[in-house]
């Protein structure tokens, strides 16, 4: 008899044990989701930024290199 509660009492003090892991493994598996959703829009969100700037550069005619002006004019 005390067997078997004391069985008993293990077996649901394991179920518990599993439950509680099962919880905090979705919950790992949600946060974790929501990092690579973040992760992406930050990507996203960088890359339509560099395409706003390519286009403003192709806009203003600045895609090409400025030569670079010496500032020394050789007075001596």
């Not at 179920?15 to 493994?25: G, M, S, T, V």
Request: hydrophobic share 30%; glycine share 2%; no cysteine.
């Amino acid at each position: 008899m005390i067997e078997e509660k004391k069985s008993k009492i293990e077996q649901e003090h394991l179920r518990a044990i599993l439950e509680q892991q099962q919880k905090e493994e979705e919950r790992y598996r949600e946060l974790e989701a929501l990092q690579q959703q973040k992760e992406e829009a930050i990507r996203l969100k960088k890359l339509e930024e560099e395409q706003q700037r390519a286009e403003q550069m192709k806009l203003l005619g600045k895609n090409k290199a400025r030569p670079k002006l010496s500032f020394a004019l050789g007075f001596k």
